[in-house]
């Protein structure tokens, strides 16, 4: 593909941010209508406890109050939904339990929500929360993970009579205890990925509103991606997809925490319709840390094999995973994912990955900033460096010693991974060329003679990426000559608008600035799979590619026509379609006026499903410095070589 200047691979800044560094963003609580009423939530300030009653009568009687609910005023509405149950070694389904709406009986994390409190001020909605009165029965609660297995833990669900989720496995044990048995050395370590808080700038918030003549709802939320809320949001709500529509304007970060359905999102839907008006919510900090989806939260032991060369035989892993009180979205599948990447860039052949998880009395637990990728790296790559230490091989070269090779693929890992292509020596001997790795004890030296201590580490990594659904969008031209993507990604600060703007450039040679996304309107956008799993750019941008390339030689036709030569003599250059060779011209704002450019013509459809995952890889470097009185630590040095493939645009 020829270069364009604005096109695919070229440094260009993002078309975004003048309105972003200008305070013109519109997030999701600028959007809110300003005859709203406001929504509060009571949430639990107990771990466990039972619910012996709630009197909400004094709080309903209070100033501005329009509506109260409880987990009693909704029982016509259904549970959270979680879309990815893992099955047990046996077979049998996992424990899966309710997931309300709003805490009947019993609540089981600090935080849970007991009652939705609506009035016409946010003041007079906390002063009304704070006159409900629970009759709060406090119980043992169990928090951790390896608590939660112990004999006589209180139980999250008692009905389960086990804390137990599910257990289940990648590879089989008979594979590789013999191995073990017999290998000339086994390293091993412990390690915990603790609990995250996602912790993005702007706190969730919906908009709830109801239209009683079409009996259509509307939702405005911040999110990762509006249809996959369009079909929870409705399920839950027991209507049909399209009687809701879901609307995302700017959002000031995801993490994959926005992606999922909360219980906040049917609530003020059916608030909105019992009240007659506009429903709206916005969390503060606290309940982020309360009520939001959390991250990672495993302690995973792993242990390898080694012959007396170093070279890695065999890998077990046993992943012990906090779930939380209840199941989230995505929440079992999490650590499952993790251990179907344990090996890593390393060619082992064997491998039982033991997955573990369990309930706690704690905030439900899902994707987070790579989805049980970042914790499996991390715990390779802590047990290669045991491995290099307790065996004398420098820790480069025990990973060079046992690197996949590019001559072994496409390869196929023990946990049923495909890699179709990856130079991982060769990321790792660049990373270290530019670290400057073989001068690193020159370095400390010079450091202790100024009395700090100096360390560098190294890391290599394969991630899996843009598995699953596909996209299907549009690139049209517009009647002023601009252009317009329309595409069920969701843009949460990655840059999304420019980087699909020089796809569209790069098969019209337009300037980016000239190109509009449309995204997070269901009305418009009607399939998506929205932003997660870093699948935007593999997945979304091949559907960009193929609607550009199907708009582009529509487009050809329609301006031969115009200059009365054939399309293949037609080429884009600056702006305009050209007749190659020649300065004749017209420009892209005249071919949309022409008599023949029907909707249909001026627009150029995309889909693209991905066959499988892909997997970009590479090697980290960092050197720091530590003063040994104050603790202090400075990273003096960071490089990184990624192997991402083909780059839209470095500046990203």
Same mark, same amino acid.
């Given at each position: 593909?020829?270069?364009?200047?604005?096109?695919?691979?070229?440094?260009?800044?993002?078309?975004?941010?003048?309105?972003?560094?200008?305070?013109?963003?519109?997030?999701?609580?600028?959007?809110?209508?300003?005859?709203?009423?406001?929504?509060?939530?009571?949430?639990?300030?107990?771990?466990?406890?039972?619910?012996?009653?709630?009197?909400?009568?004094?709080?309903?009687?209070?100033?501005?109050?329009?509506?109260?609910?409880?987990?009693?005023?909704?029982?016509?509405?259904?549970?959270?939904?979680?879309?990815?149950?893992?099955?047990?070694?046996?077979?049998?389904?996992?424990?899966?339990?309710?997931?309300?709406?709003?805490?009947?009986?019993?609540?089981?994390?600090?935080?849970?929500?007991?009652?939705?409190?609506?009035?016409?001020?946010?003041?007079?909605?906390?002063?009304?929360?704070?006159?409900?009165?629970?009759?709060?029965?406090?119980?043992?609660?169990?928090?951790?993970?390896?608590?939660?297995?112990?004999?006589?833990?209180?139980?999250?669900?008692?009905?389960?009579?086990?804390?137990?989720?599910?257990?289940? %496995? &990648? /590879?089989?044990? #008979? @594979?590789?205890?013999?191995? $073990?048995?017999?290998? +000339?050395?086994?390293?091993?370590?412990?390690?915990?990925?603790?609990?995250?808080?996602?912790?993005?700038?702007?706190?969730?918030?919906?908009?709830?509103?109801?239209?009683?003549?079409?009996?259509?709802?509307?939702?405005?939320?911040?999110?990762?991606?509006?249809?996959?809320?369009?079909?929870?949001?409705?399920?839950?709500?027991?209507?049909?997809?399209?009687?809701?529509?879901?609307?995302?304007?700017?959002?000031?970060?995801?993490?994959?925490?926005?992606?999922?359905?909360?219980?906040?999102?049917?609530?003020?839907?059916?608030?909105?319709?019992?009240?007659?008006? %506009? &429903? /709206?919510?916005? #969390? @503060?900090?606290?309940?982020? $840390?309360?009520?939001? +989806?959390?991250?990672?939260?495993?302690?995973?032991?792993?242990?390898?094999?080694?012959?007396?060369?170093?070279?890695?035989?065999?890998?077990?892993?046993?992943?012990?995973?906090?779930?939380?009180?209840?199941?989230?979205?995505?929440?079992?599948?999490?650590?499952?994912?993790?251990?179907?990447?344990?090996?890593?860039?390393?060619?082992?052949?064997?491998?039982?990955?033991?997955?573990?998880?369990?309930?706690?009395?704690?905030?439900?637990?899902?994707?987070?900033?790579?989805?049980?990728?970042?914790?499996?790296?991390?715990?390779?790559?802590?047990?290669?460096?045991?491995?290099?230490?307790?065996?004398?091989?420098?820790?480069?070269?025990?990973?060079?010693?046992?690197?996949?090779?590019?001559?072994?693929?496409?390869?196929?890992?023990?946990?049923?991974?495909?890699?179709?292509?990856?130079?991982?020596?060769?990321?790792?001997?660049?990373?270290?060329?530019?670290?400057?790795?073989?001068?690193?004890?020159?370095?400390?030296?010079?450091?202790?003679?100024?009395?700090?201590?100096?360390?560098?580490?190294?890391?290599?990594?394969?991630?899996?990426?843009?598995?699953?659904?596909?996209?299907?969008?549009?690139?049209?031209?517009?009647?002023?000559?601009?252009?317009?993507?329309?595409?069920?990604?969701?843009?949460?600060?990655?840059?999304?608008?420019?980087?699909?703007?020089?796809?569209?450039?790069?098969?019209?040679?337009?300037?980016?600035?000239?190109?509009?996304?449309?995204?997070?309107?269901?009305?418009?956008?009607?399939?998506?799979?929205?932003?997660?799993?870093?699948?935007?750019?593999?997945?979304?941008?091949?559907?960009?590619?193929?609607?550009?390339?199907?708009?582009?030689?529509?487009?050809?036709?329609?301006?031969?026509?115009?200059?009365?030569?054939?399309?293949?003599?037609?080429?884009?250059?600056?702006?305009?379609?050209?007749?190659?060779?020649?300065?004749?011209?017209?420009?892209?704002?005249?071919?949309?006026?022409?008599?023949?450019?029907?909707?249909?013509?001026?627009?150029?459809?995309?889909?693209?499903?991905?066959?499988?995952?892909?997997?970009?890889?590479?090697?980290?470097?960092?050197?720091?410095?530590?003063?040994?009185?104050?603790?202090?630590?400075?990273?003096?040095?960071?490089?990184?070589?990624?192997?991402?493939?083909?780059?839209?645009?470095?500046?990203?």
């Amino acid at each position: 593909m020829k270069p364009k200047k604005f096109g695919v691979g070229q440094s260009v800044r993002r078309v975004e941010d003048q309105k972003f560094i200008t305070g013109a963003g519109r997030y999701n609580a600028d959007a809110l209508p300003a005859d709203r009423l406001t929504a509060v939530f009571l949430r639990s300030p107990h771990a466990h406890a039972r619910i012996g009653g709630i009197d909400t009568k004094a709080a309903a009687a209070m100033p501005g109050v329009a509506l109260i609910l409880t987990a009693s005023d909704i029982g016509h509405l259904k549970q959270l939904p979680c879309l990815a149950p893992m099955p047990n070694a046996d077979g049998n389904e996992m424990a899966q339990p309710d997931y309300p709406l709003l805490a009947r009986n019993r609540v089981r994390h600090v935080g849970d929500a007991v009652a939705m409190i609506v009035a016409v001020s946010e003041a007079q909605a906390r002063d009304a929360a704070e006159a409900i009165h629970v009759d709060y029965q406090p119980e043992n609660a169990v928090i951790g993970s390896k608590a939660a297995l112990e004999k006589g833990a209180p139980l999250v669900w008692p009905d389960y009579k086990t804390n137990l989720a599910f257990e289940n %496995a &990648v /590879g089989k044990a #008979a @594979d590789v205890d013999p191995i $073990f048995a017999s290998a +000339a050395r086994v390293c091993s370590v412990e390690i915990v990925n603790q609990r995250l808080v996602a912790n993005f700038m702007e706190p969730r918030s919906a908009c709830g509103e109801y239209d009683a003549k079409t009996k259509r709802y509307t939702l405005t939320t911040s999110s990762q991606g509006v249809n996959g809320l369009q079909d929870s949001v409705s399920g839950v709500l027991g209507i049909e997809p399209a009687s809701l529509r879901v609307v995302t304007h700017d959002v000031g970060g995801g993490f994959g925490t926005k992606t999922f359905i909360y219980r906040e999102y049917p609530l003020v839907l059916e608030a909105a319709k019992r009240c007659g008006r %506009a &429903v /709206g919510w916005v #969390a @503060d900090r606290t309940e982020h $840390f309360l009520g939001d +989806a959390q991250g990672r939260d495993n302690i995973t032991k792993a242990e390898m094999a080694l012959d007396k060369d170093g070279k890695f035989l065999a890998m077990r892993v046993h992943i012990l995973a906090d779930l939380g009180a209840y199941l989230s979205q995505y929440g079992p599948y999490i650590p499952w994912l993790g251990a179907t990447m344990a090996t890593g860039p390393y060619d082992i052949a064997k491998v039982h990955a033991l997955c573990t998880a369990v309930y706690t009395h704690s905030v439900p637990v899902d994707a987070y900033r790579g989805a049980g990728r970042p914790e499996a790296a991390y715990v390779l790559e802590r047990l290669v460096d045991v491995c290099a230490r307790e065996t004398g091989i420098a820790r480069e070269e025990i990973r060079a010693k046992n690197f996949i090779k590019p001559a072994q693929m496409p390869y196929s890992t023990p946990t049923e991974r495909v890699f179709d292509v990856g130079e991982f020596e060769g990321a790792m001997r660049k990373a270290l060329e530019k670290a400057e790795w073989s001068r690193f004890a020159a370095r400390r030296e010079e450091a202790k003679k100024r009395g700090s201590l100096r360390g560098i580490g190294m890391a290599s990594y394969i991630e899996c990426t843009a598995w699953g659904e596909g996209e299907t969008g549009t690139v049209a031209l517009d009647k002023d000559g601009g252009f317009t993507i329309v595409i069920g990604t969701q843009s949460n600060g990655q840059g999304h608008a420019t980087a699909y703007a020089q796809i569209v450039a790069q098969h019209l040679d337009i300037d980016p600035a000239n190109v509009r996304m449309v995204q997070g309107d269901t009305d418009i956008v009607k399939t998506g799979a929205g932003t997660g799993g870093s699948r935007s750019i593999p997945v979304g941008a091949v559907m960009v590619t193929r609607a550009s390339e199907q708009l582009a030689e529509q487009l050809r036709k329609l301006a031969g026509e115009a200059l009365e030569v054939a399309s293949g003599d037609i080429e884009f250059a600056e702006g305009a379609a050209r007749v190659i060779g020649t300065d004749r011209t017209i420009s892209f704002a005249d071919i949309a006026k022409l008599p023949q450019a029907k909707p249909e013509v001026l627009t150029g459809g995309g889909e693209f499903v991905p066959p499988d995952a892909t997997y970009p890889n590479g090697t980290h470097v960092c050197e720091v410095e530590i003063d040994p009185d104050t603790g202090e630590t400075q990273i003096v040095r960071y490089t990184v070589c990624d192997d991402f493939g083909m780059t839209l645009n470095p500046l990203l």
